[in-house]
């Protein structure tokens, strides 16, 4: 045998379909290009500010839950350490810190027994749709354009996406009706519809109190679940309820990250899963063995930071994140200012204006795709992402979404006009 041929090449034909779907690559073909327009103002990247990371901060987070861990539940020396070093429970370590902090910011009661610890949302998303995907017949709803995270675990998972049209108020609810009555016709069965109510990438966009309202009677009255995607609601103004802490019918299974309000580093999320399976035990449970089969547990180090900085600012992100807040309230605020004063009446030109989170949507009469933002950061040294990513390629050439939150006030006044530069060049 020849020794150089060890293995025969490998067909992408044989590997996973997700490997072919255009939305696996979305993020490194973004991250490639920023990659080459170094000088670039990136007004792309969805990142949390930067200025008050201190990893000073992180011995002193797990100096807290030591403390906690010594004088709150009167652990010694021993058990201590094995908590730090050791493999965790699956569920995790932190289910009662985590419990205390969703009575405290966000009214949400919730049981520790039904809280998951995760790899970030990502894994929480995974663990539910793994769940939920039984057979053939299981489809999930989502608004378009919708989070490529989410977009990346239906692919993972076998999971058909159902598109639901997003009004200028989040999902269109009406559409909603129609796209479960279409299903049903065709003999599927929708298990869960997945949104963001607070501040959605990329879109922006809240939805309202009433039509959370209407969101939840609709779950209930079709039993299918609802799967809450709160990563940015800490961050802003004129904050309203959690879907979950209106559900009535255990609805909703919510996915908590704190990725954005902890520290992405730490790669923490978590799952909120109390529904109950027939037979016993919560869903929550169910979501625990698929994890013990996939990441074993979270990182109890990671958990303990996390831990630390709930303990350290009495349970509230809300409160931990005011500095960050502000400064992403700001930029929201300098940033539209930006673009009324240097794009309001170009005609075909127009945005959203949301009171929170990281990111603008931008609407334009001319075509955005990949060649576009390559011209943005070579020509005029901006970068922003093209909405289609959020569409599956499918549709949104002619919106751009911008992220506000890793800038300063000279970036944004810089980028803004950079942008205004490359859309005044590119109207018809
Ligand atoms: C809508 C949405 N959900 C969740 C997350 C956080 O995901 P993770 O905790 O996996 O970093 C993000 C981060 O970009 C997001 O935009």
């Not at 970030?120 to 939920?132: I, P, S």
């Not at 599956?392 to 050439?397: A, M, R, V």
Request: net charge negative; charged share 20%; glycine share 8%.
């Amino acid at each position: 045998m020849d020794s150089n041929v060890l293995f025969q090449q490998l067909s992408k034909e044989t590997l996973h379909a997700s490997l072919m779907d255009p939305a696996i690559e979305s993020m490194n073909l973004l991250n490639e290009i920023a990659g080459r327009y170094p000088d670039a103002i990136s007004m792309a990247a969805g990142r949390p500010y930067e200025e008050f990371f201190d990893v000073g901060l992180i011995h002193d987070y797990l100096d807290a839950y030591r403390d906690h861990l010594r004088e709150d539940r009167a652990m010694d020396e021993a058990e201590i350490s094995r908590m730090f070093f050791q493999y965790g429970t699956t569920k995790g370590i932190i289910c009662d810190l985590i419990a205390r902090h969703l009575a405290e910011d966000e009214n949400i009661q919730a049981d520790p027994e039904s809280v998951v610890v995760t790899v970030g949302f990502q894994e929480a998303v995974f663990l539910v749709l793994r769940a939920l995907r039984a057979s053939e017949r299981d489809v999930l709803l989502a608004p378009t354009p919708t989070y490529v995270g989410l977009t990346g675990a239906a692919l993972l998972t076998d999971t058909p996406v159902w598109p639901v049209r997003s009004t200028g108020d989040g999902i269109d609810l009406d559409d909603l009706e129609r796209q479960l009555e279409r299903a049903r016709e065709q003999g599927l069965r929708v298990r869960a519809c997945y949104v963001t109510p607070d501040f959605a990438n990329p879109t922006g966009i809240s939805m309202d109190l009433p039509a959370r309202r209407r969101l939840l009677e609709i779950a209930a009255a079709h039993g299918i679940l609802l799967l809450e995607d709160n990563a940015y609601g800490l961050l802003g103004r004129d904050r309203l309820p959690t879907l979950k802490s209106l559900d009535r019918s255990a609805s909703v299974v919510y996915l908590g990250s704190f990725a954005k309000t902890g520290m992405p580093g730490a790669r923490v999320g978590y799952v909120v899963a109390d529904q109950q399976v027939a037979g016993g035990g919560l869903l929550a449970d169910e979501l625990s063995k698929l994890k013990g089969m996939l990441t074993v547990n979270t990182s109890p180090i990671a958990q303990a930071v996390v831990a630390g900085k709930l303990l350290r600012n009495g349970f509230s992100l809300a409160r931990a994140n005011a500095r960050e807040t502000a400064i992403y309230q700001r930029n929201l605020r300098l940033t539209l200012g930006e673009l009324t004063q240097r794009l309001a009446g170009l005609p075909g030109v127009t945005w959203n204006a949301p009171t929170g989170g990281f990111f603008i949507t931008v609407t334009v009469p001319f075509v955005v795709d990949d060649d576009l933002l390559e011209h943005a950061a070579r020509d005029h040294g901006v970068l922003f992402t093209p909405m289609h990513h959020f569409y599956g390629g499918k549709d949104g050439f002619h919106q751009l979404r911008l992220s506000i939150s890793l800038l300063t006030p000279h970036l944004i006044e810089e980028g803004v006009s950079r942008l205004a530069g490359l859309v005044t060049a590119c109207l018809p």
